[in-house]
């Protein structure tokens, strides 16, 4: 079993809807997680991280964390083109180990 | 400098050969790390530098990996004798907290052939 683990894709949403992204985790001594946008032939970047259980709203972004059911999600509103991209979701242990430990990514397109 | 810098940008070099990559985080981060990921593929963790504390090489795949970080700044990762299975990007990330994600660096594109 991956420690981070996200539904490859492709997911394509049409502009303007909602889009969706999930992420699972095995390790319950992760404490943070990360949601990361990489465009193709680029570098990931970084667009949200949630630290406690419930909602954290930036602008279109919302990342949603329960830690009891080891779960993390990232809803993106009023898609558009230029969120087509692949999502990485990352986690990390805050004691002891600051590695981030990566999914494989979604790719996410959205349709004009 | 303003964001993380890493060199080259691409390298191309003949299996068995020796490489360098190298990678300038963000002035004051402590924290620097070396990823690679493939074609499609995930993340993969190297290796972790933070301050002056012993690096976490916990994800070098083989003795053929090492790095180095001089004066908690710049580190250079060397790969020897290169194999066909190393190609892949190189990704360097720095930060300055626990509380907050990496910065990437563009990362370095190794073919070997």
């Known amino acids: 079993q991956k420690e981070v683990e996200q539904n490859s894709g492709p997911l394509s949403v049409p502009e303007g809807a909602i889009a969706s992204l999930n992420c699972t985790y095995s390790?319950?001594?992760?404490?943070?997680f990360f949601w990361y946008r990489q465009y193709s032939g680029k570098s990931p970047e970084l667009i949200m991280s949630?630290?406690?259980?419930g909602d954290k709203e930036d602008g279109r972004f919302t990342a949603q964390l329960n830690k009891a059911s080891q779960y993390v999600s990232l809803l993106i509103r009023d898609s558009q083109p230029s969120d087509s991209a692949t999502y990485l979701c990352a986690g990390r242990r805050d004691f002891g180990n600051e590695k981030l430990t990566f999914g494989t990514g979604t790719r996410l397109t959205i349709i004009p | 400098g303003a964001g993380v810098s890493q060199s080259p940008s691409n390298k191309v070099t003949e299996k068995g050969k020796d490489v360098e990559l190298r990678c300038d985080p963000i002035?004051?981060?402590?924290?620097l790390y070396w990823y690679r990921q493939s074609l499609g593929q995930g993340l993969e963790f190297l290796i972790y530098f933070q301050g002056n504390s012993a690096p976490d090489k916990s994800g070098l795949p083989s003795d053929r990996f090492s790095a180095e970080r001089t004066g908690g700044s710049v580190s250079t990762l060397t790969i020897q004798r290169t194999q066909q299975e190393d190609s892949a990007v190189y990704l360097c990330?720095?930060?300055?907290?626990?509380?907050?994600?990496?910065?990437f660096g563009s990362g370095t594109r190794l073919t070997v052939v």
């Open positions: 949630i630290y406690s259980n």
């Open positions: 002035s004051g981060h402590t924290a």
């Open positions: 390790d319950r001594g992760s404490q943070s």
């Open positions: 990330a720095s930060s300055s907290t626990r509380d907050y994600g990496y910065t």
